[in-house]
């Protein structure tokens, strides 16, 4: 039971890395395959039929492109507002909003 739960491990582990390794031989196999970027367009890819990766159909499942912000630079204008509202300037703090907790003297 147990070399037959050892055979299962080697060969599930050989079946997931299978892709891998066929990938990995296809670097040094001379050729190259572009990747397609034209999604919204209708379109025919001719077949490479020399290729052992033809079944295998690699898009990125994601494409990151980062974004360019131009550097902002603020202008400093020097004017002066004129504002109706005086009740800002005009504030006065009453005592207790500085209170704190009371404190012991001794």
């Not at 582990?13 to 190259?32: D, K, R, T």
């Not at 052992?52 to 079944?55: A, R």
């Not at 131009?70 to 507002?81: L, S």
């Not at 005086?86 to 504030?91: A, I, K, M, Q, W």
């Given at each position: 039971?147990?070399?037959?739960?050892?055979?299962?491990l080697?060969?599930?582990?050989?079946?997931?890395?299978?892709?891998?390794?066929?990938?990995?031989?296809?670097?040094?196999?001379?050729?190259?395959?572009?990747?397609?970027?034209h999604?919204?367009?209708?379109?025919?890819?001719?077949?490479?039929?020399?290729c052992?990766?033809?079944?295998y159909?690699?898009?990125?499942?994601?494409?990151?492109?980062?974004?360019?912000?131009?550097?902002?630079?603020?202008?400093?204008?020097?004017?002066?507002?004129?504002?109706?509202y005086?009740?800002?300037?005009?504030?006065?703090p009453?005592?207790?909003?500085?209170?704190?907790?009371?404190?012991?003297?001794?």
């Open positions: 039971m147990k070399q037959l739960k050892h055979l299962f080697i060969f599930g582990a050989f079946l997931v890395l299978m892709p891998g390794l066929v990938s990995f031989s296809h670097i040094f196999s001379g050729h190259e395959h572009h990747l397609c970027h999604y919204a367009k209708k379109h025919f890819h001719a077949k490479d039929l020399d052992d990766l033809y079944k159909h690699s898009n990125p499942a994601l494409e990151i492109s980062f974004l360019e912000f131009p550097v902002f630079i603020p202008k400093i204008t020097r004017e002066i507002t004129v504002t109706p005086e009740f800002l300037e005009d504030h006065e009453l005592c207790y909003d500085l209170r704190g907790p009371p404190a012991r003297f001794t």
